[in-house]
């Protein structure tokens, strides 16, 4: 039976749903034993791709962790800035019970500094720690943390900046592995073999009614057609004025 394989515009997908779905696809063709198919060497110019495909994968992982990393630093300046400004209003307040623990927060902050969050990446970490060490080792500077209601910023800031430290160290360590690639052209190259692959798929369709090309492309339609649907429902959200980049990828067809 002839069949006609779904098609769609790749470089729609970003990289670690291009990885997902050409793995995806790989996985359904593999089940029906290309050999059978007839498929066996233009499958096996599909598959020589993987190793490539891992690269693209690798440096996609690595472009995440950067983007957590800016998240992390933009949250942990928040928080700083927070806990300087709110210093800054209780000072000007005339409430008798905070004084004197305004007087020891500004102290505090005249030993630390109040540009901590304009420092770069490693700078600001090791000052976060430093500053949040003798936070925890004096009780006065506790005592005004706790009366000025800023306990729980002072918290956060120290769970943020050493989940900071340990995803900072883990990009320095993937870094050093990862190969630099051009994705773009790999991809290129994947999707002209992958095009001929279809087209390949489809005029043994044709010429061997007596094999079952229907139950694979229909896996394989299915597939590319739950992909196209979410590209198109991202494309609709983007017109609309949404920042699609901060969304997550498509997640695997159930």
């Not at 769609?8 to 290309?34: A, H, R, V």
């Not at 490539?52 to 992982?61: H, V």
Request: charged residues 30%; proline residues 3%; hydrophobic residues 40%.
């Amino acid at each position: 039976m002839s069949v006609k394989i779904t098609r769609m515009t790749f470089k729609s997908l970003w990289n670690s749903e291009y990885t997902m779905l050409l793995n995806q696809i790989i996985e359904i063709i593999g089940k029906y034993n290309p050999d059978v198919l007839k498929l066996l060497k233009s499958f096996e110019r599909v598959t020589a791709y993987l190793p490539e495909l891992a690269k693209i994968k690798a440096q996609d992982q690595s472009n995440v962790l950067s983007k957590l990393l800016n998240d992390l630093d933009h949250e942990r300046d928040t928080l700083i800035n927070a806990i300087v400004g709110h210093a800054r209003v209780m000072a000007k307040l005339t409430i008798p019970e905070i004084a004197p623990h305004v007087l020891v927060i500004n102290r505090f902050f005249d030993i630390h500094g109040r540009d901590i969050a304009d420092a770069p990446y490693n700078s600001e970490t090791m000052r976060i720690d430093n500053m949040l060490a003798d936070y925890n080792a004096k009780a006065d500077v506790k005592a005004a943390v706790e009366s000025l209601s800023t306990k729980i910023l002072f918290d956060h800031l120290g769970v943020i900046n050493k989940a900071f430290a340990g995803h900072f160290m883990k990009r320095t360590q993937d870094d050093a592995s990862v190969e630099t690639i051009d994705s773009r052209e790999i991809r290129n190259k994947i999707d002209k073999v992958l095009t001929e692959f279809f087209d390949g798929f489809e005029h043994c369709s044709r010429e061997n009614d007596d094999l079952d090309y229907l139950t694979p492309a229909n896996e394989i339609n299915s597939l590319v057609s739950y992909y196209k649907t979410q590209i198109k429902a991202r494309t609709t959200r983007r017109s609309s004025g949404k920042d699609v980049s901060i969304e997550p990828p498509i997640e695997t067809a159930s």
